[in-house]
């Protein structure tokens, strides 16, 4: 599977930027896609992920409220949306993919990094004051 990450950018304290990833390769009826981040300096982090039947979204205590992930199956497409900008969120924002398990995916995985097969390049996101 490949991930192409697009609609990062520059964006004033407040604003919005909506991210969204395309995966593209081998299909699958369920999988799991999420977002972390990277910022200069820092591990990456989670923000947010979703199974791809919408049953289970996850967003991360730093962002929530504030970030919401929604997806569109037919498009195997995951969005990011992130508004109220914090000058905190500059950073790359990479997606990421899992492919099924015939075990399925606990919840406290999608929270991991490790968890995840697959990841696009990542599309710098810069919050200015």
């Known amino acids: 599977v490949q991930l192409q990450a697009s609609g990062g950018g520059l964006v004033q304290t407040g604003g919005s930027l909506r991210l969204s990833c395309a995966a593209s390769?081998?299909?699958?009826?369920?999988?799991?896609m999420g977002w972390f981040r990277q910022a200069p300096g820092e591990e990456r982090e989670f923000v947010a992920a979703m199974r791809s039947s919408g049953s289970g979204i996850f967003v991360a205590d730093s962002v929530k409220g504030r970030f919401s992930i929604s997806g569109d199956n037919a498009k195997s497409t995951v969005y990011l949306q992130m508004n109220s900008l914090k000058s905190e969120d500059t950073a790359v924002y990479y997606c990421?993919?899992?492919?099924?398990?015939?075990?399925?995916?606990?919840?406290?995985?999608?929270?991991?990094?490790?968890?995840?097969?697959?990841w696009g390049r990542g599309t710098l996101v810069t919050v200015s004051s």
């Open positions: 390769g081998r299909t699958y009826a369920s999988y799991a």
């Open positions: 990421a993919f899992r492919t099924p398990r015939a075990r399925g995916m606990a919840s406290s995985m999608f929270y991991d990094e490790t968890s995840y097969d697959s």
